[in-house]
């Protein structure tokens, strides 16, 4: 399995610009689109994660709306696997099944497509979960709850950014293996 060394890890995580008080104060946003327009750290977080995943049996990457639909397609492209959206209800335009979540002050959703995971042709196909970055895990958590729910198996999820101090993991870790590129403490 692939290691990234501590300088390509603080390359990447200097890709990552840092907007203080957005999307409200207090909350320090971390934005991936300055790691995608770097070329070189879009290529050393692909290239790193190529490594890690081209000898493991993956049949379907899913990313999570709407970021995760970067990383997760990029991904699936250079594996020549499967990508499949995860997305917010009433998205995606055939039937779907979902999985509902808390959120501090409610409930919301993803959807998948109810025949996703079928074109692999396995009773099981495996699944890699992908996000740009796992906060509380609300979402990602049920990600892979649907991923299980509709007949696959989530092999992994991984996350380019874990905001450790939330310690979104660790529910995702009762169903999954964890993976994350940088953490930050």
Same mark, same amino acid.
């Given at each position: 399995?692939?290691? *990234?060394?501590?300088?390509?890890? @603080?390359?990447?995580?200097?890709? !990552?610009?840092?907007?203080?008080?957005?999307?409200?104060?207090?909350?320090?946003?971390?934005?991936?689109?300055?790691?995608?327009?770097?070329?070189?750290?879009?290529?050393?977080?692909?290239?790193?994660?190529?490594?890690?995943?081209?000898?493991?049996? !993956?049949?379907?990457?899913?990313?999570?709306?709407? /970021? %995760?639909?970067?990383?997760?397609?990029?991904?699936?492209? /250079? *594996? /020549?696997?499967?990508?499949?959206?995860? /997305?917010?209800?009433?998205?995606?335009?055939?039937?779907?099944?979902?999985?509902?979540?808390?959120?501090?002050? %409610?409930?919301?959703?993803?959807?998948?497509?109810?025949?996703?995971? @079928?074109?692999?042709?396995?009773?099981?196909?495996?699944?890699?979960? !992908?996000?740009?970055?796992?906060? @509380?895990?609300?979402?990602? @958590?049920?990600?892979?709850?649907?991923?299980?729910?509709? %007949?696959?198996?989530?092999?992994?999820?991984?996350?380019?950014?874990?905001?450790?101090?939330?310690?979104?993991?660790?529910? !995702?870790?009762?169903?999954?293996?964890?993976?994350?590129?940088?953490?930050?403490?």
């Amino acid at each position: 399995m692939s290691h *990234l060394s501590e300088a390509d890890k @603080t390359y990447l995580s200097n890709s !990552i610009r840092e907007i203080e008080d957005f999307p409200k104060p207090g909350i320090k946003f971390k934005d991936i689109t300055t790691l995608l327009g770097d070329a070189k750290a879009f290529h050393l977080l692909m290239d790193h994660l190529v490594e890690r995943y081209e000898n493991r049996e !993956i049949d379907y990457i899913a990313g999570i709306e709407s /970021r %995760g639909f970067i990383f997760g397609s990029a991904l699936a492209a /250079r *594996l /020549r696997t499967r990508f499949v959206p995860i /997305r917010k209800p009433g998205k995606l335009p055939y039937t779907t099944i979902s999985e509902k979540y808390s959120l501090k002050y %409610g409930v919301d959703a993803v959807s998948i497509h109810i025949d996703a995971f @079928t074109g692999a042709g396995k009773a099981k196909p495996k699944v890699l979960l !992908i996000d740009d970055l796992i906060a @509380t895990g609300g979402t990602a @958590t049920a990600a892979v709850n649907l991923i299980n729910k509709a %007949g696959a198996e989530c092999i992994e999820a991984c996350f380019v950014i874990n905001l450790t101090f939330l310690q979104g993991d660790l529910d !995702i870790k009762k169903t999954t293996s964890v993976y994350s590129v940088l953490e930050v403490f």
